[in-house]
């Protein structure tokens, strides 16, 4: 299984961007997908959620500027909105797959993200 994240780039604040987390080699439909983000020196935190039952959730501090979805057919990709962009925003940016099947997770290697 392999996740590759796309999407990051540098933006001024109040920009958008849309992060893409592509999912290979993965076998069944059912997982959880979970946005992260890590500054240096940092924790890695906790951003997004996404569950086999497309029930989502966010941190308290993207609620209301970023959206999680999924492609709804093959589910092979997992989005994650993002809008009205703050410096705070700015890190590098990873998703997890998680399996209920299986039991056991896989990372991607991560796209950054500057505000400015």
């Known amino acids: 299984v392999q996740l590759v994240e796309s999407g990051g780039d540098s933006v001024q604040a109040g920009g958008s961007l849309r992060l893409t987390c592509s999912v290979f080699g993965y076998r069944y439909r059912r997982y959880n997908m979970t946005w992260y983000r890590q500054v240096p020196g940092e924790e890695r935190e906790f951003v997004s959620a996404?569950?086999?039952?497309?029930?989502?959730?966010y941190a308290e501090s993207v609620k209301g500027r970023f959206a999680i979805s999924q492609d709804s057919s093959k589910k092979t990709v997992v989005w994650l909105q993002m809008n009205s962009l703050k410096p705070e925003d700015t890190a590098r940016y990873f998703c997890?797959?998680?399996?209920?099947?299986?039991?056991?997770?896989?990372w991607g290697q991560g796209t950054q993200v500057t505000v400015s």
């Open positions: 997890k797959l998680y399996s209920p099947l299986v039991g056991r997770d896989w």
């Open positions: 996404i569950d086999a039952n497309g029930r989502t959730d």
